[in-house]
T-cell receptor, first 117, second 114 residues
Framework: AQTVTQSQPEMSVQEAETVTLSCTYDTSESDYYLFWYKQPPSRQMILVIRQEAYKQQNATENRFSVNFQKAAKSFSLKISDSQLGDAAMYFCAYPPGGGTSYGKLTFGQGTILTVHP | DGGITQSPKYLFRKEGQNVTLSCEQNLNHDAMYWYRQDPGQGLRLIYYSQIVNDFQKGDIAEGYSVSREKKESFPLTVTSAQKNPTAFYLC?????????????FGNGTRLTVT
């Protein structure tokens, strides 16, 4: 079965510090996309960042960046200069079947991030 | 502003009753999805639809049904056959049914069945 694993149920960080959330996945595809979604207390899922597996360069969106290691099937999210508004549950996700698959995502179990002032 | 509207936010039903959750989008997206979220678990796909009048089962479709009569609407019916219906339900859409097309989510419906 193709799975996504987030091994950290909870993480915490001080405001302005950096935190890294880990994610590993299992796929037999060579071309696919990876996503990080954020779910704040409002419970709406918000796309944080996405990575295309065929690209060597790690994706970056402002304070959010990924460390993508394709051979290790690892896709971690780094949040720099953490802010109180970053507090949320974070989900790693990818579409089984690769980049040309239907847009069905498999999600990890989530990591709850707490930001301390 | 374009977006996805799910209603109601909270829904309560008695066991044995069917219940329909509403999902409407004005993003002009072709693809729509229903996910279920339980505590301690990630989202799991119930049904998805690529175009009007077409839909496919996801990973946990048993006890659920959907329709897609209009591009904008993708209602989910939780039937009495669903053994554990109490959960948080999220509707989503994407431009097309493709692996690189990011999902846009609604605010969800919390269903409680007693």
């Amino acid at each position: 079965a193709q799975t996504v694993t987030q091994s950290q149920p909870e993480m915490s960080v001080q405001e302005a510090e950096t935190v890294t959330l880990s994610c590993t996945y299992d796929t037999s595809e060579s071309d696919y996309y990876l996503f990080w979604y954020k779910q704040p207390p409002s419970r709406q899922m918000i796309l944080v960042i996405r990575q295309e597996a065929y690209k060597q360069q790690n994706a970056t969106e402002n304070r959010f960046s990924v460390n993508f290691q394709k051979a290790a099937k690892s896709f971690s999210l780094k949040i720099s200069d953490s802010q109180l508004g970053d507090a949320a549950m974070y989900f790693c996700a990818y579409p089984p079947g690769g980049g040309t698959s239907y847009g069905k995502l498999t999600f990890g179990q989530g990591t709850i991030l707490t930001v301390h002032p | 502003d374009g977006g996805i509207t799910q209603s109601p936010k909270y829904l309560f039903r008695k066991e044995g009753q069917n219940v329909t959750l509403s999902c409407e989008q004005n993003l002009n997206h072709d693809a729509m999805y229903w996910y279920r979220q339980d505590p301690g678990q990630g989202l799991r796909l119930i049904y998805y639809s690529q175009i009007v009048n077409d839909f496919q089962k996801g990973d946990i479709a048993e006890g659920y049904s959907v329709s897609r009569e209009k591009k904008e609407s993708f209602p989910l019916t939780v039937t009495s056959a669903q053994k554990n219906p109490t959960a948080f339900y999220l509707c989503a859409s994407s431009i097309v049914l493709g692996g690189n097309s990011p999902l846009h989510f609604g605010n969800g419906t919390r269903l409680t069945v007693t």
